[in-house]
């Protein structure tokens, strides 16, 4: 009886969510004696690597974000949350005219006065004081308009990598129904066909080889309609807040249902209020946790209230070591071992959160399409993994299983 009971533990052990990190070392079987302390041996050293996986993640995003500050300091500075964020502007709402014209008095120039289409969203865009910088500024219009939401235009980034090959990508067509689809990245090239796309940056719509990455698997996964709102362009301090609730409320004019976003940043009041708006009317936004590791922060705009939170698996169904987190998960889908274009049409071979969020959009748009609820369907197809219900490693389970963009 006792061997049974060790035997079971092995196997519950090289199941469970550990393994699906981190391929585990093979174990003999010795004598009985022994089986319990290579079992712990093995889940200490197993538990170590993860940790060290998860800081290495962490430190990393930190040394990116860094790099990236110090290569444009004409466009990107720190916030005084240690953000980066466009330099020498910050966002006001809510703010009377009084208070804008003491802000005015102390330097705080108005740039100008934006009214988000599609969106019930007005603000204010005041330039930064000469000589101040970004934190120190935010601070003091801070105390200059105590009863106004003060912040900065932070950047987001794109979660997921790509790699090419010298094979011609080639998606099947879906005859399947589908709500029209927005999606907010970068632009794709001229072989991935959207309806329409807009520019919401410097130089935007510029094609890039993650957009169209996303792009093509909207359309490999059933989305019939799609439309790309390009936030990133040319601008060095593209996929800022503003950047993206202006995309955001255009999808939502041009009848957009569902809008997915591959991109991750920081917790922006501006862009939290913009999508809180879309959600009243009736939008689907889906979102991925990022490639940054479970250390992190967590992620927005997947963290955001009723947000669609997407986590990816590889060609195993094992869950990304590198996946991030938000402050709740709702669906995992691949994201690693899959294909789709680059922005010469080329097949590429794709990893990241990114790639696994459109998988699961274009799923909830067939699902509107067909007059369905899109929760409900999304539950009945997603397949349990790891921890029987939801979990916070695969969400409520693997959506769009077989859409590996072959």
């Known amino acids: 009886m006792r061997m049974f009971f060790l035997t079971s533990a092995l196997l519950a052990m090289v199941a469970g969510p550990l393994a699906a990190q981190i391929a585990l070392p093979r174990v003999g079987v010795p ?34 974000i860094d790099r990236l500050v110090r290569r444009n300091p004409d466009s990107i500075e720190f916030d005084a949350n240690g953000a980066p964020a466009r330099k020498g502007e910050l966002l006001v709402m809510d703010a009377s005219q009084a208070g804008l014209e003491s802000a005015g008095e102390r330097g705080f120039t108005a740039l100008s006065r934006e009214s988000v289409e599609g969106l019930d969203l007005e603000l204010v865009r005041l330039s930064v004081p000469d000589g101040m910088k970004l934190a120190d500024a935010q601070k003091q219009l801070e105390a200059i308009l105590p009863d106004a939401v003060v912040s900065a235009d932070t950047l987001h980034f794109q979660s997921g990598s790509v790699s090419a090959t010298n094979l011609v990508f080639s998606a099947a067509a879906s005859n399947s129904i589908s709500a029209p689809v927005g999606m907010i990245d970068g632009a794709p090239g001229s072989t991935v066909k959207v309806v329409e796309q807009r520019g919401f ?37 593209g996929g800022n807040a503003l950047a993206i609730a202006k995309g955001l409320g255009w999808l939502v004019a041009q009848g957009s249902k569902v809008v997915t976003i591959s991109l991750v940043g920081p917790r922006n009041p501006v862009l939290g209020r913009a999508i809180a708006s879309s959600q009243r009317k009736g939008v689907v936004i889906v979102a991925a946790v990022g490639n940054d590791g479970p250390a992190s922060p967590p992620s927005y705009p997947a963290s955001y209230d009723r947000v669609v939170a997407v986590t990816a698996v590889d060609g195993k169904r094992r869950a990304l070591i590198e996946a991030g987190r ?81």
């Not at 359309?219 to 601008?235: F, L, P, S």
């Open 31 to 64: 004598e009985v004696g022994g089986v319990i302390d290579q079992l712990d041996d093995t889940l200490d050293r197993t538990t170590r690597e993860i940790e060290r996986e998860a800081q290495r993640l962490a430190t990393d995003r930190l040394r990116r």
């Open 201 to 237: 940056a410097k130089g935007a719509p510029y094609p890039s080889n993650h957009g169209s990455a996303v792009a093509s698997l909207l359309a490999h996964a059933g989305a019939g309609t799609i439309r790309v709102a390009d936030v990133y362009g040319t601008d060095k301090a």
């Open 326 to 406: 938000a402050l709740h998960l709702d669906y995992a889908a691949p994201g690693a071992d899959i294909y789709g274009r680059n922005a010469k049409g080329r097949r590429i071979r794709l990893r990241g959160t990114s790639f696994a969020t459109p998988l699961v959009a274009a799923r909830a748009a067939r699902a509107i399409g067909q007059g369905s609820d899109w929760r409900k369907a999304l539950d009945r197809e997603a397949e349990d993994l790891g921890k029987k219900g939801h979990d916070d490693v695969f969400g409520r389970g693997l959506v769009c299983g077989r859409c590996d963009g072959r």
